[in-house]
């Protein structure tokens, strides 16, 4: 749980936290295009390369990133292999046939349940996970004495490969992009900026103070509600449930015993918080006065600058390579 | 001894990186039968964390904890073979804020949701809801009502109930009696006391109020900065110079007792628990 980091102001001292936020979230948009726009795996390695570059300079330690990317390495590893299951262009790098014979269904079904009994002992167990998949894979393509139940072709094309290796590189760069966002921007800050970022909508009768209100306090919320979740999963414990094991009927029972005070608590903190901000005279689409006014800077404009450049860049190799 | 501190330090992490030290060096024994505590300590001293570690929800992150034989140490729970769950039926814990346990529809299935996890029969644990209830001091009409919908004392006591149906050997209680009522505050800690007296069942409880721990407790325990600062009796605390620097404060009665005997410039050889006892030390000087 702790290890979900999007959405958490840590205070720095890096020119990441001095520039404006405007000019922040106006960046992350420009790179955030520039990495749609690159179609090719190595402009973006560069680009990852030069994202990184960006959290030494910020002082951001890449570790704790990568801590924050951990929840998504699940999504990251299916999208990886449809990826290369289903692109079937350009040479062939591996070809194979898996073949499912008695023998080695026996010694896959022994592997997965060691595998099972195994992994809350193992520290990386999603490295360890990748291992077994990969170990099973392996064992299907090369040892298959027996009498054969199915085979199939087991081709790995090199778009498919680049292509998904290109998908992941994208995804990582978009969310290191946006949590570096968040991790350098204090809510209040971040909330000004979207909110004058997004003034034009007001033309088209769309409120951006709202908006912008919306989305900050949301993202306020995400580390409150964890706390609160694993508080409620501390008081069921006590109550005998043991989140770590059960059965299919037991996990149930246990997921609706953190569910149900979990919503009854959000519904009670967004009252309080309504009453708390009625309580100080907020009232929805008045004009208010700030205490913090934005300061456009040289940097603000150098960084922006840059962006551009790298966007114009990005779409020049695109066009013209 | 049911419950043995050794040595231990907990750390809170947060997403900077630093860590929070909420427990420093505790070093503390609670026997199995026969005791009545009170935990006091000013806020945010690190009370409810020492008592989360008492039913092995919290591991240690350096020391040891010693449950009914078991030892709890950091890395616990990696073993699976190390059963934490019948704990948690030993040591029965009841949470500061009810809203982080109620789930059910009604007070009955919540009520019954502790023991039914430690594998108590449904009817025999629908015979423990209809006593505990009345315990608490509700009727058995609260029963078939949700816990959304009582009130914040209520709400205290239905999870007070739920615990209780666990039949926990130690009932360890989170600011049982905040926010309710004199009275109910009263028949509460009378409860207690009878649960402690008659069943001589070891109770914790974690208060602000001077003037419980002074009538009740057996042994006090007195955090002060994420450390243990005192264990010993009442009467002894509330002579020592530190109260004021552990900001706690003195039970009316002693108040009263020291106002007396400043203003009438006497001075008694004890100090009273009640007010019968004051009565007699002023009729013995006047
Ligand atoms: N989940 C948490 N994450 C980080 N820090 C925490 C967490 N829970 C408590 N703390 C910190 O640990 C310290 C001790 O907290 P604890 O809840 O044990 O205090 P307490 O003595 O029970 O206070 P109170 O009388 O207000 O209930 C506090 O300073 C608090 O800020
Ligand atoms: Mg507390």
Same mark, same amino acid.
């Given at each position: 749980?702790? !290890? ?14 001095? *520039? ?21 795996? +190595? ?41 290369? *299951? ?31 009994? +195994? ?5 990386? /167990? ?61 809510? +209040?800050?971040? !909330? ?6 997004? /003034? ?19 993202? /306020? ?11 409620? *999963? ?18 149930? *029972? ?68 | ?6 040595? @231990? ?22 026997? %199995? ?8 300590? =000013? ?7 020492? @008592? ?12 040891? @904890? ?13 073993? #699976? ?9 030993? @040591? ?6 009810? %809203?982080?346990?109620?789930? =059910? ?49 209520? #709400? ?7 615990? &209780? ?28 006391? %009878?649960?402690? #007296? ?37 009467? %002894?605390?509330?002579?020592? =110079? ?7 404060? &003195? ?9 007396? =005997?400043?203003? &009438? ?22």
């Amino acid at each position: 749980m702790k !290890n979900i980091i999007v959405g958490q102001y840590v205070p720095g001292k890096s020119f990441l936290y001095k *520039m404006d936020p405007r000019s922040k979230i106006l960046a992350l948009g420009i790179l955030m295009v520039s990495a749609f726009v690159f179609k090719d795996i +190595t402009h973006i390695i560069y680009m990852l390369f030069g994202v990184l570059l960006i959290l030494k300079i910020g002082g951001i330690p890449i570790m704790r990133i990568a801590r924050g990317l951990r929840p998504i390495m699940i999504l990251l590893l299916f999208t990886f292999s449809f990826q290369v *299951m289903f692109i079937k262009t350009g040479d062939v790098v591996l070809e194979t046939v898996l073949t499912l014979t008695y023998i080695n269904l026996g010694l896959m079904v022994l592997i997965i349940l060691g595998w099972y009994f +195994t992994r809350t002992y193992i520290k990386s /167990r999603f490295l360890f996970l990748i291992f077994v998949i990969l170990g099973i894979l392996t064992m299907l393509s090369l040892f298959t004495p027996g009498i054969t139940i199915s085979s199939s072709n087991f081709v790995v094309y090199e778009d498919g490969l680049l292509g998904a290796s290109f998908i992941m590189v994208r995804l990582i760069i978009i969310v290191t992009l946006s949590t570096i966002l968040t991790l350098t921007t204090k809510p +209040t800050d971040l !909330n000004l900026g979207l909110e004058k970022i997004l /003034r034009p909508l007001n033309i088209v009768k769309i409120n951006s103070e709202e908006i912008a209100l919306i989305i900050s306090i949301a993202l /306020r919320y995400i580390p409150t509600l964890l706390d609160e979740a694993n508080k409620i *999963m501390l008081a069921q414990a006590s109550r005998g449930v043991d989140f770590s094991e059960g059965k299919i009927k037991d996990k149930v *029972m246990q997921i609706i015993s953190l569910l149900v005070p979990m919503f009854i608590i959000s519904f009670k903190r967004s009252d309080d918080l309504a009453n708390a901000m009625e309580a100080r005279s907020f009232i929805p689409g008045n004009p208010r006065s700030r205490i913090h006014i934005l300061a456009w800077e040289n940097r603000d404009t150098i960084v922006i600058i840059f962006c551009i450049v790298v966007l114009i860049s990005t779409i020049a190799v695109r066009v013209f390579l | 001894m049911a419950i043995k501190f050794e040595q @231990v330090n907990y750390l809170y992490p947060s997403f900077d990186g630093s860590n929070f030290s909420a427990l420093e060096n505790i070093d503390l024994e609670i026997s %199995e039968k026969g005791e009545f505590i009170t935990l006091i300590g =000013e806020t945010g001293s690190g009370k409810s964390t020492l @008592v989360q570690h008492m039913n092995a929800l919290l591991r240690p992150a350096t020391g040891s @904890v010693t449950i009914y034989g078991i030892k709890i140490q950091k890395n616990t729970n990696k073993n #699976k073979k190390i059963k934490l769950n019948p704990l948690r039926q030993k @040591v029965g814990l009841v949470f500061q804020f009810p %809203e982080y346990q109620l789930f =059910e529809e009604t007070v009955l299935k919540d009520i019954i949701f502790g023991p039914k996890n430690f594998g108590v029969k449904e009817d025999v644990a629908i015979e423990r809801a209809k006593e505990v209830i009345k315990l608490v001091g509700l009727t058995e009409e609260y029963l078939e009502r949700s816990p959304f919908n009582l009130s914040g004392g209520e #709400k205290k006591r239905v999870s007070i109930a739920g615990i &209780l149906a666990m039949e926990p050997d130690i009932l360890v209680l989170d600011e049982p009696t905040s926010g309710l009522d004199p009275k109910g505050r009263d028949a509460l800690l009378e409860l207690f006391t %009878e649960i402690h #007296k008659k069943l001589d069942k070891t109770v914790i409880i974690i208060t602000h109020d001077m003037n419980t721990v002074y009538k009740y407790a057996t042994r006090v325990l007195v955090m002060h900065d994420s450390e243990l600062v005192f264990d010993g009796n009442a009467s %002894e605390l509330f002579k020592s =110079e530190n109260i004021v620097k552990w900001n706690l404060d &003195l039970p009316d009665i002693i108040e009263i007792t020291n106002q007396l =005997e400043k203003k &009438l410039d006497i001075s008694f050889n004890t100090k009273p628990h009640n007010v019968d006892e004051l009565f007699k030390l002023m009729k013995g000087v006047l």
